[in-house]
T-cell receptor, first 110, second 115 residues
Framework: KNEVEQSPQNLTAQEGEFITINCSYS?????LHWLQQHPGGGIVSLFM???GKKKHGRLIATINIQEKHSSLHITASHPRDSAVYIC????????????FGKGTKLTVNP | NAGVTQTPKFRILKIGQSMTLQCTQD?????MYWYRQDPGMGLKLIYY???????DKGEVPNGYNVSRSTTEDFPLRLELAAPSQTSVYFC??????????????FGPGTRLTVL
């Protein structure tokens, strides 16, 4: 069993829809990261969180430490949001190594 | 700042050849990482470094070597390339805060094919 599980693997939405991507992990962590991989392959960090909730524009990330679960929400989705969204966790060892989920491929149609 | 840069962007190798993937960051980050990404799989950690002169193995180190002689550079060496090393390689860096972890900055990736 992978340490980090994401669902769904693939997600297709219509423009304007509310999107939720889920991430569950099985190990103790110091932080959880949400990353976005563009169709061209580049990876950018969206959020890093260890508790509660963070918001940036139309993106919201939440984490429940007790349930070992995080969600990434996209409000008013747009075709430019089409990308692979990756959940990753960093452990407590101090080296900030990341363990990644397999990603969720999101396609937003106009 | 250029951030994290990687060269080359693409490379085709023959089985048994060797090469070095270059990674440089100009953010004075002390932590650097090499990951590989295979289709349908999550990124896997190959090697990492927490500072100049210090390196350690990640999840999939076999067939690779690294060095960290400066804060800026973290090259990844492939010896005796094999088809199983066909992948996209990403370098990343971060600078952990004293109170916790920090976001990682990724290079653009190197797409390597071994034939």
């Amino acid at each position: 069993k992978n340490e980090v599980e994401q669902s769904p693997q693939n997600l297709t939405a219509q423009e304007g829809e509310f999107i939720t991507i889920n991430c569950s992990y099985s190990v103790g962590i110091s932080a959880l990261h949400w990353l976005q991989q563009h169709p061209g392959g580049g990876i950018v960090s969206l959020f890093m969180l260890s508790s509660g909730k963070k918001k940036h524009g139309r993106l919201i990330a939440t984490i429940n430490i007790q349930e070992k679960h995080s969600s990434l929400h996209i409000t008013a989705s747009h075709p430019r949001d089409s990308a692979v969204y990756i959940c990753a966790v960093s452990g407590r060892g101090g080296s900030e190594k990341l363990v990644f989920g397999k990603g969720t491929k999101l396609t937003v149609n106009p | 700042n250029a951030g994290v840069t990687q060269t080359p962007k693409f490379r085709i190798l023959k089985i048994g050849q060797s090469m070095t993937l270059q990674c440089t960051q100009d953010m004075n980050h002390n932590y650097m990482y090499w990951y590989r990404q295979d289709p349908g799989m999550g990124l896997k950690l190959i090697y990492y470094s927490v500072g100049a002169g210090i390196t350690d193995k990640g999840e999939v180190p076999n067939g690779y070597n690294v060095s960290r002689s400066t804060t800026e550079d973290f090259p990844l060496r492939l010896e005796l390339a094999a088809p199983s090393q066909t992948s996209v390689y990403f370098c990343a860096s971060t600078h952990p805060l004293t109170s916790g972890t920090d976001t990682q900055y990724f290079g653009p990736g190197t797409r390597l094919t071994v034939l």
